[in-house]
């Protein structure tokens, strides 16, 4: 399950141009949230 919330994160990087916000916050925002929640 990790690896797959960070491969998806690694694709939200490459696929920046169809979010609608800054990609770099967005992917911290995520990892900040996510990477705790999953190795608990």
């Known amino acids: ?6 491969y998806s994160l ?3 990087i490459k ?4 979010l609608p916000h800054n990609h770099i916050e ?3 925002f995520m ?4 990477i705790d929640s999953l190795y608990e």
């Open 10 to 12: 690694i694709m939200n």
């Open 1 to 6: 399950m990790a690896l797959s919330v960070i």
């Open 31 to 34: 990892v900040n949230n996510l």
């Open 26 to 28: 967005t992917f911290d």
């Open 15 to 18: 696929n920046k141009d169809v």
